[in-house]
């Protein structure tokens, strides 16, 4: 199933596709094999040895905001997870708890679901609450994005209870206006100094073109890339400078969209974000006395490092993230509380050349050095050190697609099939 959602912009028309990649990814929905298990669909839970951690932890105490299309709280996946009223920045007579995607609602279960009685999509985080903060439209006549509201629910999110921002969208097809960008890493500074961990994905088009997608390439945000089940970079995920970590994101279960009952194969950047931001709610709600630049840290030095190349890795950034390290063992030094690693580590030290620096803050967005096919990650491993790629987690996204206006956006990956 194609997806996509056009949007007006200044400058000229964008296609949003708010489906696979909300924002990010983009891609077609297949049905499952009803013979697996759902379980047995949710390969992710086993490999990361999700019921070892929730033994210790569940993301208990932990708040999420998904800055997304919206959440449905009584679908059965998330009845009895704790969904809070959030606020819709494009309808906001509409409230946060509409969506005619899907998007968000299923980036909300792939974090906190209930996996109702074992036949639904159960989270990786399932006892962590989940905050709803709209930035695309509710309605067919509304279906926009906007920078200002993506700006505005940062900032939202920065004054609320959230700990974690998950941001399962990326603007691949253009790059925002200067005066637009400033703002956006106004904001993400703003919610960095609130304590706040900020993820979002890389992106969808990596088999394409590598070019930086925001929020993922403002300073201070965790990009996300995504792996399938082999441990392997899947091509569709974006690479380059900007990404931090990987998760899974290939052959992700969620809830089917666009008339179809059930649950469907997914993948995306989208996921992988989902995945990311619930890792770090199970080591925050273990380590609550932590703050937001800390669990990055813990997540990033405890990450399944390629076996060959440099770190960060084009790839897979610090590596793929494995909580239980964190979880169930010694966590190591999570650093000073005050300084978030990814920002230290893109601020040169001494003065660089205006490309070099362009290159090290994640660029403008036109031209970065990421042209290389995203097929050269095999040089990258998993975290087992035996795969074939890095593993790049990425962030798909469900949805029903709408039309409104021009300028090609962002796009999602679901199933393998690209929109």
Known sequence: MKSTVRRHRRRASAVVSALGALLLLGGAIAPAASADTMRDREWYLDRMQAPEMWKVSTGKG???????TGVIPSVSDLTGVKVLPGKNFVDPQLGAHIDVDGHGTAMAMLIAGNGVNGQGVKGLAPDAHILPLTVFGSTKESATNSVPALVSAIRYAADSEAKIINMSLAYEYFTPEPDELTQLQKAVDYA??????????????GDKENTFAYPAASIGVAGVGAVDKTSSVTKYSVSGPQVALAAPGEDIPIRCVDGKTGYCSSGGTSQATAIASASAALIWSKHPSWTGNQVLRVLMNTAGKPTKGKVPSRYIGYGTVRPRLAVLGDPGDPGPADVNPLVAARTPKKSPSPSASASEAGGSGSSNASKQPASSAASDTSEDGKGVGAIVWIIVGVGVVVVVGAVLLLRRRTAGTRR
């Open 192 to 205: 960095i100094k609130r304590g706040k961990l900020l993820f979002a994905g890389t992106g969808n088009r």
């Open 62 to 68: 932990i708040t999420v905001a998904v800055v997304d």
